[in-house]
């Protein structure tokens, strides 16, 4: 049986334990929201998909050092900008055969985390599915068809351990992909998180905005920017990846009424990831000499909403 501590208790952190629990691994869960990790102790863990409730045992805790064990895997789903307190604070859960794995938004967090972790034990990749979180230690997911978990290792050679770790996902009934090289699936990611903000900045919910004149425009010419940054850095694309959905962010029964999380935190006047998704892109489209106009825009009337929330009607 492989010990998994997830750090971060939010949603994704929460669906993924259930998802691991079920594949037969032992669990721990790692917030320092005490309402989260209380509600958690007392009443057990609460899962709704498509409409079923499950609870389930889980152990959780406010901070690593209260696990007196090493982990097999490490797994990070905190918001990026908590990375490097994370990664630095679960030290204490690995030794030599520890993996550390990030399935966070956006691009960096790799880097954030080699400052830490020998970068031969580094997994990452991507959740492609939704939720939202219905209160302290119960969550939804908002999970389709189309759902899946992608990781693949930093040095992109795979080995038995890691198809070891996608063997226990695998048992969620959500679809697995583990592949030497993740890049091109990191980066379809990317491009669909890149138009989040645009929800946030319209106050709509994806099917409202998407049913709205000129947004699909808008979201495509950020979307193609992301797509050209990733060409020009060498990661290649399939024809049936770039149309998936007609290349469009689909409306989706499941997705129609959700706010996305950037827009989630932007309505509730939080800190968003844009550092780690528009403002990554527009970084790495600097490096590779692709103009990224309507990243950067959305990147910095982010920013000054988050340094003036307090000044806003």
């Given at each position: 049986?492989?010990?998994?501590?997830?750090?971060?208790a939010?949603?994704m952190?929460?669906?993924?334990?259930?998802?691991?629990?079920?594949?037969?691994?032992?669990?721990?869960?790692?917030?320092?929201?005490?309402?989260?990790t209380?509600?958690?102790?007392?009443?057990?863990?609460?899962?709704?998909?498509?409409?079923?409730?499950?609870?389930?045992?889980?152990?959780?805790?406010?901070?690593?050092?209260?696990i007196?064990?090493?982990?097999?895997?490490?797994?990070?789903?905190?918001?990026?900008?908590?990375?490097?307190?994370?990664?630095?604070?679960?030290?204490c859960?690995?030794d030599?055969?520890?993996?550390?794995?990030?399935?966070?938004?956006?691009?960096g967090?790799?880097e954030?985390l080699?400052k830490?972790?020998?970068?031969?034990?580094?997994?990452?990749?991507i959740?492609?599915?939704?939720?939202?979180?219905l209160?302290?230690?119960?969550?939804?997911?908002?999970?389709?068809?189309?759902?899946k978990?992608?990781f693949?290792?930093?040095?992109?050679?795979?080995?038995?351990?890691?198809?070891?770790?996608?063997?226990y996902?695998e048992?969620?009934?959500?679809?697995?992909?583990?592949?030497?090289?993740?890049e091109?699936?990191?980066?379809?990611?990317l491009r669909?998180?890149a138009?989040?903000?645009?929800?946030?900045?319209?106050?709509?919910?994806?099917?409202?905005?998407l049913?709205?004149?000129g947004?699909?425009?808008?979201m495509?010419?950020?979307?193609?920017?992301v797509?050209?940054?990733a060409k020009?850095?060498?990661?290649?694309f399939?024809?049936?990846?770039?149309?998936?959905?007609?290349?469009k962010?689909?409306?989706?029964?499941?997705?129609?009424a959700?706010?996305?999380?950037?827009?989630?935190d932007?309505?509730?006047?939080?800190?968003?990831?844009?550092?780690?998704?528009?403002?990554?892109?527009?970084?790495?489209?600097?490096?590779?000499?692709?103009s990224?106009?309507?990243?950067?825009?959305?990147?910095r009337m982010?920013?000054i909403?988050?340094?003036?929330?307090?000044?806003?009607?």
């Open positions: 049986m492989m010990k998994f501590a997830i750090v971060g939010g949603v952190g929460s669906l993924m334990g259930a998802a691991l629990l079920k594949g037969g691994a032992q669990v721990w869960l790692i917030d320092p929201n005490q309402e989260i209380n509600a958690v102790r007392t009443n057990g863990l609460k899962v709704t998909i498509n409409g079923v409730e499950e609870k389930v045992a889980v152990n959780a805790v406010c901070s690593p050092d209260e007196k064990d090493k982990m097999d895997v490490i797994l990070f789903l905190v918001k990026g900008y908590h990375s490097e307190a994370a990664a630095h604070s679960a030290q859960l690995a030599e055969n520890s993996y550390v794995m990030t399935l966070q938004n956006g691009i967090n790799v954030v080699e830490y972790y020998k970068r031969d034990k580094i997994l990452h990749g959740l492609e599915f939704a939720g939202k979180m209160a302290p230690g119960h969550v939804q997911g908002l999970i389709g068809p189309n759902s978990i992608c693949g290792p930093t040095q992109k050679i795979i080995k038995d351990d890691m198809k070891k770790i996608a063997a996902f048992k969620s009934k959500i679809k697995v992909i583990l592949r030497e090289d993740i091109n699936e990191i980066w379809l990611k669909n998180n138009t989040n903000v645009i929800f946030g900045l319209l106050r709509l919910t994806m099917g409202q905005a049913g709205a004149e947004t699909e425009e808008l495509k010419m950020v979307r193609d920017e797509i050209a940054v020009a850095k060498g990661i290649a399939t024809e049936d990846e770039l149309c998936v959905n007609g290349g962010t689909p409306i989706n029964p499941e997705l129609y959700h706010l996305p999380f950037t827009a989630q932007m309505k509730n006047k939080k800190m968003t990831e844009v550092e780690y998704i528009n403002g990554a892109v527009c970084r790495e489209g600097k490096k590779v000499g692709v990224t106009p309507y990243n950067e825009m959305l990147y982010i920013r909403m988050e340094n003036t929330y307090a000044m806003q009607f």
